[in-house]
C-alpha cells in the first residue's frame, strides 16, 4: 500500500508492505553512492537483505541506544561521509529504529547543506510514528532532540517483516505511541487495544497512527500549531526519560507522560488497563526536581509556560497553555 504524505513542497510515499525491504527495486531508485547508516542491535540478516539489492553502498554501523543521538557520533558519521566523497547527487539511508532515523535523518540535512534521505524503520515506534513528518535530531547534555532540523525523507518503506526479530519489550514500548495517536485523533485505533492483541492487527495499528500523524504534519510540518498534539505525553515524559535513559524506553516514558494529561478518569482507568495488559509502566519514582529541570527545556515552552496537550476523551484533544506551577503541581 501506498500512502502519499502531501507536505508543500516536500511531497513523498510510504510504502506499508509485509516483505517490501526484500524488492526495493519496485520502489528506490538510487543513482548515487547510498550511506547505510544502522546500529548493533539491528539483525545482521535485516542489513545483509538490504545492502545485497543496492549497487554502491557503504554500511556505517552506530552503537545501538539513545546515547548514539549525540555530537560525537553524528560528527564520525560526517567525516566519514567526506573522507568517502560523498556528494551531493549521493543518499543516506536509515535501516533501525528512532534513535537510527533521527540522527540519519539530521545527518543527511546538514551534510552539504542536505542531500536525500530515505528511511527504512525496523522498530515498531519507528513504523507508527518516527520515520515520518520529517522531525530529526541528537540530545545535548541530556537535553532530549534539542539540536535538530525538520528534514522530510524523499521516502518511507515499511516492512512489518522485520518486526519478528524485535524483543517484545520494544515491541511494547513503540505501541505507546499508536495509543498516543489513538488518544488525540482516533478513537477507533484507541478501541483497537481494549478489543484486540496489538500484534494480530499490528498493521492496521501502524496505518492508522500513519493516518493520524500525516493529517497532522501535512497541515503544520514546523509545529507552529496543530502538530504540538503529537507531542501529547511528551512533555513530562520527556522529562523522565532523560533521566531514566538507561531503565525507560522512550514509548514507555511517553505512556507514563500521557496520563497526567487525561482529563477523564473513566478514559485514565481505561489507560491503565491497557498499560497493564501490554506491559506499559503506569507509575514510576522519580526526582521531581530533576524532571522538572528536563521539562523546562521542552521546545513548546514560553518564558513561565508550556503548550500542553490534553486529552478529554478517546480521540479529542486540544493544546492548553500552562504555568510551571501547575505542570509541577502535576508531577
Ligand atoms: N522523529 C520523530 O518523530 C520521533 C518520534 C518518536 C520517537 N523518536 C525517537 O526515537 C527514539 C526511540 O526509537 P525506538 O523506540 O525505535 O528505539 P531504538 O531506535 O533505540 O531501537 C530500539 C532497539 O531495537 C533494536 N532494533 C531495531 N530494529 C530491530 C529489529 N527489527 N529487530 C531487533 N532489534 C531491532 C535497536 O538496535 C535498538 O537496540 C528516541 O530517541 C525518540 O526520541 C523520534
Ligand atoms: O512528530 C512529532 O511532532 C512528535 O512530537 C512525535 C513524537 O512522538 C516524537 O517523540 C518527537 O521526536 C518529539 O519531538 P520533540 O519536538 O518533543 O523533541
Ligand atoms: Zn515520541
Not at 30 to 40: P, S
Not at 150 to 159: A, C, E, M, N, T
Not at 168 to 194: C, M, N, P, T, Y
Not at 251 to 261: I, Q, T
Given at each position: 500500500m501506498k500512502i502519499p504524505?502531501?507536505?508543500?513542497?516536500h511531497e513523498y510515499d510510504i510504502i506499508l508492505e509485509r516483505g517490501a525491504l526484500a524488492h526495493l527495486a519496485d520502489y528506490v531508485k538510487i543513482q548515487g553512492k547510498v550511506l547505510l547508516i544502522t546500529d548493533t542491535g539491528v539483525p545482521q540478516a535485516h542489513i545483509e537483505l538490504v545492502s545485497a539489492q543496492l549497487a554502491d553502498c557503504d554500511c556505517y554501523i552506530v552503537e545501538q541506544g539513545?546515547?548514539?543521538?549525540s555530537f560525537t557520533v553524528l560528527q564520525k558519521i560526517l567525516s566519514y561521509m567526506l573522507a568517502h566523497d560523498f556528494q551531493r547527487s549521493d543518499c543516506v539511508i536509515a535501516l533501525g529504529g528512532g534513535v537510527v532515523g533521527d540522527l540519519a535523518g539530521f545527518a543527511a540535512s546538514i551534510y552539504m547543506r542536505g542531500i536525500r534521505f530515505i528511511n527504512f524503520p525496523t522498530t515498531t515506534l519507528a513504523q507508527i510514528?518516527?520515520?515520518?513528518?520529517?522531525k530529526t535530531a541528537i540530545n545535548l547534555d541530556g537535553v532530549k532532540n534539542v539540536i535538530g532540523a525538520f528534514y522530510q525523507p524523499s521516502l518511507v518503506i515499511i516492512d512489518p517483516?522485520?518486526?519478528?526479530?524485535?524483543?517484545h519489550r520494544q515491541i511494547v514500548s513503540g505501541l505507546a505511541e499508536a495509543l498516543k495517536a489513538g488518544l488525540i485523533a482516533d478513537a477507533k485505533l484507541f478501541a483497537l487495544f481494549s478489543r484486540a492483541d496489538p500484534m494480530e492487527e499490528i498493521e492496521t495499528i501502524i496505518y492508522r497512527s500513519l493516518l493520524v500523524k500525516k493529517h497532522i504534519v501535512e497541515q503544520d510540518e514546523k509545529e507552529t500549531?496543530?502538530?504540538?498534539?503529537?507531542?501529547?505525553?511528551?512533555?513530562i515524559g520527556h522529562g523522565i526519560e532523560a533521566c531514566y535513559l538507561d531503565s525507560l524506553y522512550h514509548g514507555e516514558a511517553v505512556a507514563l507522560g500521557m496520563l497526567y494529561f487525561i482529563e477523564n478518569e473513566s478514559l485514565k482507568e481505561q489507560v491503565i488497563k491497557i498499560y497493564e495488559k501490554l506491559g506499559l509502566p503506569s507509575t514510576c519514582d522519580y526526582e521531581k526536581e530533576a524532571v522538572f529541570t528536563h521539562i523546562a527545556?521542552?521546545?513548546?515552552?514560553s518564558k513561565h509556560t508550556i503548550d500542553v496537550v490534553v486529552v478529554s476523551d478517546a480521540g479529542k484533544s486540544h493544546i492548553e497553555k500552562m504555568s510551571f506551577d501547575e505542570i509541577k503541581a502535576r508531577l
Amino acid at each position: 500500500m501506498k500512502i502519499p504524505v502531501m507536505i508543500p513542497n516536500h511531497e513523498y510515499d510510504i510504502i506499508l508492505e509485509r516483505g517490501a525491504l526484500a524488492h526495493l527495486a519496485d520502489y528506490v531508485k538510487i543513482q548515487g553512492k547510498v550511506l547505510l547508516i544502522t546500529d548493533t542491535g539491528v539483525p545482521q540478516a535485516h542489513i545483509e537483505l538490504v545492502s545485497a539489492q543496492l549497487a554502491d553502498c557503504d554500511c556505517y554501523i552506530v552503537e545501538q541506544g539513545e546515547g548514539s543521538k549525540s555530537f560525537t557520533v553524528l560528527q564520525k558519521i560526517l567525516s566519514y561521509m567526506l573522507a568517502h566523497d560523498f556528494q551531493r547527487s549521493d543518499c543516506v539511508i536509515a535501516l533501525g529504529g528512532g534513535v537510527v532515523g533521527d540522527l540519519a535523518g539530521f545527518a543527511a540535512s546538514i551534510y552539504m547543506r542536505g542531500i536525500r534521505f530515505i528511511n527504512f524503520p525496523t522498530t515498531t515506534l519507528a513504523q507508527i510514528d518516527s520515520s515520518i513528518g520529517g522531525k530529526t535530531a541528537i540530545n545535548l547534555d541530556g537535553v532530549k532532540n534539542v539540536i535538530g532540523a525538520f528534514y522530510q525523507p524523499s521516502l518511507v518503506i515499511i516492512d512489518p517483516e522485520v518486526l519478528k526479530t524485535l524483543d517484545h519489550r520494544q515491541i511494547v514500548s513503540g505501541l505507546a505511541e499508536a495509543l498516543k495517536a489513538g488518544l488525540i485523533a482516533d478513537a477507533k485505533l484507541f478501541a483497537l487495544f481494549s478489543r484486540a492483541d496489538p500484534m494480530e492487527e499490528i498493521e492496521t495499528i501502524i496505518y492508522r497512527s500513519l493516518l493520524v500523524k500525516k493529517h497532522i504534519v501535512e497541515q503544520d510540518e514546523k509545529e507552529t500549531g496543530l502538530r504540538k498534539l503529537l507531542n501529547f505525553g511528551h512533555t513530562i515524559g520527556h522529562g523522565i526519560e532523560a533521566c531514566y535513559l538507561d531503565s525507560l524506553y522512550h514509548g514507555e516514558a511517553v505512556a507514563l507522560g500521557m496520563l497526567y494529561f487525561i482529563e477523564n478518569e473513566s478514559l485514565k482507568e481505561q489507560v491503565i488497563k491497557i498499560y497493564e495488559k501490554l506491559g506499559l509502566p503506569s507509575t514510576c519514582d522519580y526526582e521531581k526536581e530533576a524532571v522538572f529541570t528536563h521539562i523546562a527545556h521542552d521546545k513548546k515552552a514560553s518564558k513561565h509556560t508550556i503548550d500542553v496537550v490534553v486529552v478529554s476523551d478517546a480521540g479529542k484533544s486540544h493544546i492548553e497553555k500552562m504555568s510551571f506551577d501547575e505542570i509541577k503541581a502535576r508531577l
